[in-house]
């Protein structure tokens, strides 16, 4: 199998990279955003800001606090 980063063969302790450095510029990838997975849903702006707008004003009506039924 060969390291999907540089094409060397893959090494066991780091599979299915060649080395830690490789291992580590995926990691790099994923978290700067450079990997994402697809959605094969479309995001309907209108539906987001609706949404947005909904989660807005439950807030103001518990008072503006802040509250939600959400762990903090």
Do not use: Q
Request: proline residues 7%.
């Amino acid at each position: 199998m060969s390291c999907p980063i540089c094409g060397e063969e893959s090494v066991k302790a780091y599979r299915p990279f060649c080395s830690k450095r490789c291992a580590d510029i995926d990691l790099a990838r994923w978290l700067n955003g450079s990997y994402a997975v697809p959605s094969a849903r479309e995001h309907d702006p209108e539906e987001v800001a609706r949404a947005l707008d909904e989660e807005l004003n439950k807030d103001t009506e518990n008072g503006g606090n802040g509250s939600s039924n959400a762990p903090h």
